[in-house]
């Protein structure tokens, strides 16, 4: 019998009300209890008082020496009692545990825990217990376990407790022999009694050390197996493309490409031609032109008879693709559609049936583009961004509907190597590892507000130089409305500053039609100055625009300043990114210093990670890095990339998917539903 499919309900003690409680911390199972791991240890280790230091919490065992003194305070009160250790007197109080008073007698053993005051020779204890009635915690490290509402920390660890004498023994081991051997790794019914009730530290190390190995290595067992079934399902489009007409549209580009991407263009290009599904990201920082790669293998796909789909996060961007791919493309007669929320009626209708008889080649849109009503005579390729990252989920969603496209997705934050193997662990990466020849770096500045006088002469500087500026406006999360309200202030304040320039004002309350206006005036150098919300920070480029100034700029996050400020530099002129900011904590002024101290966005993302955590990065739940019950994925970095490793090695060797000791690992990917019953023996 599995233990994930033993209800926790059949652990004594567990009433349906309790386990209802238990649902709520993600515990069903059995299983889902012995994996609930504790977050820290108390130490109720019996120390001597001669080595506690003054405000220690420490655990003592005593004799009783007096009789027990008990003051009442109304409905609180006070006891004290003589004690004696190794020697030493001192006096042990307790609040409000009257009750105890019968228990103190003369001559008698205790067992006391708490905070020593050692110059009034005081004991202020918050548990205690006598020897002679048997100990439950005295002598050992007590798990601490995250809890809440009717479930105590006293109940969990009996419970767990419970668990695992009713089950203990049918604990299985998981993990190969070999790996084991490999890392020494304690078994793993020993590893998760000791987590819970560790005899020592460094026994509860040891245990730690083996669960950490074993979710990081299921985790990528999970991404590797998908990553080698979806190089062995052949089922890809094998796209047939020449040589010779590739190169003419390269040609046809405004500018040579760089090195980097040639590399990923070949990369590209080679996994649409294997008839395997295509499953890469391609990353690279601001600016380092990942757009015209997007349109090399969307051209590809064309001209190998098929079409491509472009998901873009904003309408603002869809609508920017569109422009320019229409550009790039229209010598070749490929046509090229734009879907978004703002397509509607007759418009959208005609749109769906030109996609679906293949008359409309590229589709540029937002996430909806895939899903519902939309049909394609033969869709063989999504480029798509970052924030719309195919989860394993929906990869079968579009298997589903008949097709089996190359998915090529797009990430604008350089991601930290730590997470890119574990978020995208099942994909192909290529990197964008240079911006274009000829860019000057971007000078960023960090200035107070009392400084906003001397940016105004700086933003006018720049317009009379013919180039253009932004000025970015908090994003207060709360409230859309006051967002929108500071944009709309700042907006007004700078038309008074700047009578002679044109301003323009973008948030996302605007029609999309208003936005789209606003966007091309600015792109046209109508507009010289644009005032806007975050909603210019993915993916908009104007090359004209030099300045890049942002309001109260601690109060976004490092990449996303970096995203910001990545709007600047995409140009052949000098650039510059002000930010405004009077941060009052510590982490705030980190934050501004990393912004001045680099303008490489890898050593931003690394500098990121280290301020925020990795739970963070990507600032929302969707981000796809999972949450791990024990690893962390910055301290366990190491055995994160072991585990990758050994994974890969694993799933690569033919006797994974046959042998007999590798079965609890398949089951695993079966139950993960990696699997879905199809290479299983
Ligand atoms: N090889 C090149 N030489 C010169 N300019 C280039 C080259 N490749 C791209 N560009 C130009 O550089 C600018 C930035 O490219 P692109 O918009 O593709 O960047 P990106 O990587 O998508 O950046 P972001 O993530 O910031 O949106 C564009 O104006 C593009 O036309």
């Not at 918050?126 to 490290?141: A, H, I, N, V, Y």
């Not at 590399?263 to 290009?269: A, D, H, P």
């Not at 981000?623 to 585990?643: H, N, Q, T, W, Y």
Request: aromatic share 8%; net charge neutral; charged share 25%.
């Amino acid at each position: 019998m599995d233990l994930n499919d033993i209800p926790v309900r059949q652990v004594s003690g567990v009433s349906a009300l309790k386990a209802g409680e238990l649902h709520a911390f993600g515990v069903f199972t059995v299983n889902d209890l012995i994996e609930y791991y504790p977050y820290r240890y108390e130490d109720y280790r019996l120390r001597s008082l001669t080595e506690a230091k003054d405000g220690d919490k420490i655990t003592v065992q005593a004799k009783i020496m007096g009789i027990p003194v008990l003051q009442r305070y109304g409905k609180k009160s006070r006891l004290t009692c003589k004690m004696v250790a190794e020697d030493w007197m001192f006096t042990a109080t307790w609040f409000n545990r009257h009750f105890l008073r019968e228990e103190l007698t003369a001559g008698r053993e205790i067992i006391l825990t708490g905070k020593w005051d050692m110059r009034r020779s005081q004991l202020t204890v918050s548990d205690s217990e006598f020897p002679d009635k048997g100990t439950l915690r005295s002598g050992s490290l007590q798990p601490v376990y995250s809890v809440g509402g009717k479930i105590t920390q006293a109940w969990i660890r009996k419970t767990i407790g419970q668990a695992l004498l009713q089950y203990g023994e049918m604990i299985p081991e998981n993990l190969p022999p070999e790996l084991l051997r490999e890392y020494d790794l304690m078994p793993r019914r020993r590893a998760i009694q000791r987590i819970h009730q560790p005899q020592d530290s460094e026994e509860g190390q040891l245990a730690r050390r083996r669960m950490v190995y074993e979710e990081l290595f299921l985790f990528q067992l999970k991404l590797q197996a998908y990553r080698a079934m979806n190089h062995d399902r052949m089922d890809g489009v094998q796209h047939e493309l020449e040589n010779a007409t590739i190169r003419e549209f390269v040609r046809s580009l405004p500018f040579e490409l760089t090195d980097a991407q040639k590399k990923v263009e070949l990369e590209i290009l080679q996994d649409m031609r294997s008839p395997y599904c295509m499953n890469r990201l391609l990353q690279g920082d601001v600016g380092s032109g990942k757009t015209v790669i997007a349109a090399i293998a969307l051209f590809a796909a064309v001209k190998s008879g098929h079409q491509g789909a472009f998901m873009v996060p904003t309408e603002i961007l869809a609508e920017q693709h569109v422009r320019s791919l229409t550009k790039l493309f229209e010598p070749f007669g490929i046509t090229v559609g734009l879907l978004t929320g703002s397509v509607t009626g007759r418009r959208r209708k005609d749109l769906l049936a030109s996609l679906q008889m293949g008359m409309t080649d590229i589709i540029v849109g937002t996430h909806a583009l895939i899903q519902e009503d939309v049909f394609f005579r033969s869709l063989s390729l999504v480029v798509t961004d970052e924030q719309h990252r195919f989860g394993v989920n929906q990869r079968s969603i579009l298997r589903r509907k008949g097709f089996n496209p190359d998915v090529l997705t797009m990430t604008a934050t350089p991601i930290p190597r730590t997470l890119a193997i574990t978020a995208f662990g099942d994909m192909d990466v290529s990197t964008l590892s240079e911006r274009p020849k000829g860019r000057k770096p971007i000078s960023t500045y960090w200035v107070k507000h009392g400084m906003m006088d001397r940016v105004l002469g700086f933003i006018s500087r720049e317009v009379l130089l013919g180039r253009q500026a932004y000025l970015i406006c908090p994003l207060i999360e709360e409230s859309e409305k006051l967002d929108v309200q500071n944009a709309i202030d700042l907006y007004v304040g700078m038309q008074q500053a700047f009578p002679d320039f044109k301003v323009g004002l973008l948030h996302g309350r605007m029609t999309a039609a208003e936005k789209d206006e606003v966007m091309r005036a600015f792109y046209d150098n109508e507009v010289q100055l644009l005032v806007s919300t975050t909603v210019v920070e993915v993916g908009v480029d104007v090359p004209n625009a030099t300045l890049m100034i942002v309001m109260d700029a601690d109060r976004f996050g490092l990449s996303q300043l970096h995203q910001l400020r990545g709007r600047v530099g995409r140009g052949e002129h000098a650039s510059y990114c002000v930010l405004i900011a009077d941060p009052k904590s510590e982490v705030g002024q980190e934050r501004m210093k990393v912004m001045t101290d680099t303008d490489d966005g890898f050593e931003v993302a690394r500098r990121d990670l280290e301020l925020r955590g990795p739970g963070d990065f990507f600032g929302t739940k969707q981000s796809g890095v999972p949450e791990f019950r024990i690893a962390d994925m910055v301290s366990d970095f190491k055995v994160l990339e072991a585990s990758r490793d050994d994974a890969a090695r694993l799933v690569g060797d033919p006797s994974f998917w046959t042998s007999p000791q590798y079965a609890p690992l398949r089951s695993y990917l079966q139950r993960e539903q990696i699997l879905q019953g199809e290479l299983i023996d």
